[in-house]
């Protein structure tokens, strides 16, 4: 008997007993969709993820000074100078954040402030949607300009073109009326989320007195970010020192080495060495361990839904044993008639092979489904590989021969005369 006639015979026999195999097929299809749905968004999460950390940090190393350091060994101006001197270092910043309360005459605002030098938007990316980003100058002469998010031009002005206005930074009891330069569509409370906490940011913004003194501590939940140079907030909170910079080596695979290299020229300014005061994070190792992260709890997650997988694959022999039971007259005829051992094994497993498939087909398009709805509610891209589509087909294949083996073989092996004694 040829395949083809196996598998007409095996698609004959599922049509004749359709209700029954569609509630056979259940546990297959639910199995499928979840390992499916979990893998797609396991990837187009993980690719997300991955690409918005390495948007911020665009190869970018940070160093980072310990909270035991004295204020002698805080990072000065000079020590940027001196790291700027290096042929291997591309760009070099300060970073800083404030949080304080921004408004115009008509809005008002919590207001989350990032600091940095004129290097600052390539260290950390930051991509200009409209206008400029500040200048050396602006930051030597403590210019009071600053970028502005989308999101805050929104908040505070209802437009985009809002270069040229005006808005009131208040921190410390100070007020320091900024204009706008630009605005930016990178997130810059996400910029700084790889070394601050967001919850440990916006706990210090709630229990910041001038904050609960002010209007947004009275309900409000308008929130924005601007982008300002370092010594205007200098000014501010009377800062001598810097407790983290970002920089950037002209040969993005020695980041690692140049990161180290501008640690140890620290140590050796501040004569502190063996004090572990100063430490060096690779944004491109944070991406990758990252990565790794995602990669090892999307597959254990896909493991367990994959016993929804054992649990059909049960079904599938149990209602296999049944059809042998029910066919044993056939098989008699079939085998007085000389059919062989291997053609009756080969026709029941054929059978069960195609329920696993048929199963495996509807459980890949339900899972694509369900991927797609919840990317679309979290707002990323589903991504589906061709290792996707081969689990799938691999899986339900896989079921079908294990748990159609049994069946198929006790099938085979009956004699023809026990066979046709049966009614």
């Known amino acids: 008997m040829s395949i083809w006639e196996n598998i007409k015979i095996a698609v004959f026999s599922i049509r004749t007993n359709a209700m029954r195999s569609i509630l056979t097929m259940l546990g297959i299809i639910i199995g499928v969709a979840s390992v499916i749905a979990i893998i797609t968004v396991g990837n187009g999460g993980k690719d997300f993820v991955v690409d918005l950390l390495s948007d911020m940090s665009s190869g970018a190393v940070s160093i980072q000074v310990g909270t035991s350091a004295t204020a002698g060994e805080l990072i000065t101006k000079e020590d940027i100078q001196a790291l700027r001197n290096i042929d291997t270092i591309q760009y070099v910043s300060p970073m800083d954040y404030k949080i304080g309360s921004a408004y115009t005459d008509e809005k008002t605002a919590m207001c989350f402030a990032l600091a940095g030098n004129e290097d600052l938007a390539q260290v950390m990316n930051i991509k200009m949607r409209r206008g400029r980003f500040f200048t050396e100058e602006e930051n ?120 180290n290299a501008a640690k140890n020229i620290l140590y050796a300014k501040h004569g502190n060495f063996g004090s572990n005061i100063y430490s060096v994070v690779n944004m491109e190792s944070f991406t990758e361990m990252v990565d790794k992260i995602i990669n090892v709890f999307t597959t254990f997650v896909a493991g367990i839904s994959a016993i929804a997988l054992l649990v059909g694959g049960i079904g599938v022999m149990n209602i296999m044993l049944v059809s042998v039971t029910e066919r044993t007259r056939e098989i008699g005829i079939r085998k007085s008639l000389g059919a062989k051992t291997s053609t009756i094994l080969f026709q029941f497993l054929t059978e069960s092979v195609i329920l696993c498939l048929i199963g495996g087909i509807i459980g890949f398009i339900a899972g694509v489904g369900m991927a797609a709805a919840v990317a679309a509610y979290a707002g990323i891209k589903i991504k589906i590989e061709l290792s996707t589509i081969a689990i799938a087909v691999g899986f339900s294949s896989a079921v079908g021969i294990f748990f159609g083996i049994y069946p198929a073989r006790k099938a085979a092996k009956m004699l023809p005369i026990d066979a046709l004694r049966r009614d």
């Open 140 to 259: 030597n002469d403590a210019s009071n300009v600053c970028v502005v998010t989308e999101i805050g031009a929104l908040v505070m002005f209802n437009s985009l073109d809002c270069i040229g206005e005006y808005v009131n930074f208040q921190l410390n009891g100070q007020v320091v009326k900024m204009r706008i330069i630009g605005v930016t569509s990178s997130d810059l409370t996400a910029s700084t989320s790889s070394s601050n906490s967001t919850v440990s940011m916006y706990g210090d913004m709630l229990s910041n007195p001038e904050f609960q003194d002010s209007p947004m501590g009275s309900g409000s939940s308008a929130m924005m970010a601007i982008v300002c140079p370092i010594t205007v907030t200098d000014k501010l909170s009377n800062t001598n020192g810097y407790s983290m910079l970002y920089l950037t080596a002209k040969d993005q695979t020695q980041a690692a080495v140049v990161g």
